[in-house]
Nanobody
Framework: QVQLVESGGGLVQAGGSLRLSCAVS????????MGWFRQAPGKEREFVVG????????YYADSVKGRFTISRDNAKNTVYLQMNSLKPEDTATYYC????????????????????WGRGTQVNVSS
């Protein structure tokens, strides 16, 4: 069974940085496309960023482009989300997700494309 555990959330002032981590159990991590989503109170879950299983392709939501960076370490079964220049509107619960990926360069961007989800980590950005 695949389990995803996020960490690294917290409270930060606007303009600050946080680094989220997502540790994935199981041996097939290197074949999963990975993504981060977020959900603010009263809003739908939205795509933030995705990365192909090879790490060679990424796709960012316009709202975070230039501020967030996704990376993965297949040796550690971990995906990271470096968040810089945080804004109050980035406040949300951040979820890590994994997608079984038959194609090396595929970046899943829709929630239905993902097979496994973490429980989330809370990020609060104060103004």
């Amino acid at each position: 069974q695949v389990q995803l555990v996020e960490s690294g959330g917290g409270l930060v002032q606007a303009g600050g940085s946080l680094r989220l981590s997502c540790a994935v159990s199981g041996r097939a991590f290197a074949s999963y496309g990975m993504g981060w989503f977020r959900q603010a109170p009263g809003k739908e879950r939205e795509f933030v960023v995705g990365i192909s299983w090879s790490g060679g392709k990424t796709y960012y939501a316009d709202s975070v482009k230039g501020r967030f960076t996704i990376s993965r370490d297949n040796a550690k079964n971990t995906v990271y989300l470096q968040m810089n220049s945080l804004k109050p509107e980035d406040t949300a619960t951040y979820y890590c997700a994994a997608a079984r990926s038959p194609v090396a360069g595929w970046v899943p961007v829709v929630p239905d494309e993902y097979d496994y989800w973490g429980r989330g980590t809370q990020v609060n950005v104060s103004s």
